[in-house]
């Protein structure tokens, strides 16, 4: 079998290119409060990966879209969330920006925000194991609503 795509037109030439991987990198979308949208976040993340070379991030890039866009949309049912990639400096960085408002009630901001990371269990293995970086924090105004992001260094 050889080690090369059976697609590719020339497989010697496809074999010896250099790959090409974009020094920055920046791709934004919205998309509904909505199961389906964890789906949607995994092909326009897997689609963005090859796009810029950066398919060495696909396995944790797309578990991790896929877990902040299903929580979100869990928090936020039928609003807008906002989700972006961005690759700088060698750090991949994945930003979900949902509506889910602030708690002025100290207890009832700790235990959402508890429970949000609690949701988020499986992206902290992920995330963890590459040796990255995650958290939430509140949208600074005038924005409004929470913004959870990851951090992936290469
Ligand atoms: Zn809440």
Redesign the pocket.
Known sequence: MPPYPSAAPCPAVEASAPRFVSPRAAVSLTLPGHPRSSAVARGAVTAALRAHGLTAYRLPAVLIAAELVAVAGV?TPGRDLYLSLRYRDDVLRLLVWDQ??H?PVPA??A???G??RRALWLLAAVVDDWGGDWGTCEASPPQRGTKSWVTLPR
């Open positions: 928090l889910h408002p708690h009832v901001e235990l959402c925000r429970r949000r």
